[in-house]
């Protein structure tokens, strides 16, 4: 699994990202993180960087890309990873894709966080407002002024690669203003959906029970079939039982018996019939 999160500071990419990192093995890649590890491993492109840092000028991206491109050849890169924090503008992703390419590596999806600025700048004047009146020390990147500045900044530079990832069919967006596990719910969704993770089976009782009326008939259909299958077939032309050759008989009987009595009532009546008519003329 290879993602991307986006999204202004504060909208809750990191906490997102070390669920994903817990819940899939996946690799948390932090530029920073991945710079100081770089200088401290004296590899070629951290040495590069090394001098740059230290003028406190920003590296250059085509470094960037150089020690991501070593650090995605480390053996714990097998699960994936989660990029926070880069790409931060277009030609950084363009060239992160052709590094991906030549690497032969697929990029699942972009994941956006959308937040509201207004509810978010609200949010920190509350809980600096919080810390200083429980006597706590308030970081000074912690407060809304700073958060005013650095919101500022990712409009400009990284809002258009929400543009540059839709285009590419990447980008899907979640409600960031919705509760931490509702977050995680609907990333593990868009997951899904991309087959970047397998969706849930069915639970084991489900299938189980399924399978068990599938597999059997219910105990009394079984019997009543067994009976029949046991029943002899009656003989061809043979009423089949005692009690049938009776009722038949009886059934004979009373038919014969009322057709005389029919018979003997009509024969007076025409008989009388034709002395009438005969009297008449």
Do not use: C, W
């Amino acid at each position: 699994m290879r993602l991307i999160l986006l999204g202004p500071p504060g909208a809750g990419k990191g906490t997102q990202a070390q669920r994903l990192v817990q819940k899939y093995g996946l690799v948390q890649l932090s530029t920073g993180e991945m710079l100081r590890a770089a200088v401290a491993a004296q590899t070629p492109v951290g040495l590069q960087a090394k001098d740059i840092m230290a003028s406190g000028a920003l590296v250059p991206d085509e470094i960037v890309i150089g020690i991501i491109s070593d650090r995605l050849d480390q053996p714990d890169m097998k699960n994936g990873f989660i990029l926070d924090g880069f790409p931060r503008t277009v030609p950084q992703a363009a060239a992160l894709d052709e590094l991906l390419k030549r690497k032969h590596i697929r990029l699942d999806a972009v994941i956006e966080l959308r937040v509201n600025e207004s509810a978010l700048l609200d949010r920190v004047e509350t809980r600096v407002a919080e810390m200083r009146a429980r006597g706590e020390e308030v970081r000074i990147d912690d407060t809304p002024e700073v958060l005013s500045k650095r919101l500022a900044s990712y409009r400009s530079l990284t809002e258009p690669l929400i543009h540059y990832y839709s285009e590419r069919r990447k980008l899907a967006t979640v409600d960031g203003m919705m509760t931490i596990e509702q977050v995680t719910r609907e990333i593990n969704r868009i997951l899904a959906a991309v087959g970047a993770v397998e969706p849930k089976a069915a639970p084991a009782r489900k299938a189980r029970g399924a399978a068990r009326k599938t597999a059997r008939p219910t105990g009394k259909k079984v019997a009543k079939t067994a009976k029949k299958a046991a029943k002899p077939a009656p003989r061809a032309g043979k009423p089949a039982s005692r009690a049938a050759k009776k009722a038949v008989s009886a059934a004979r009987g009373r038919g014969t018996g009322k057709a005389k009595k029919a018979a003997n009532k009509a024969a007076p009546r025409a008989a009388k019939k034709v002395t009438k008519k005969r009297a008449k003329r």
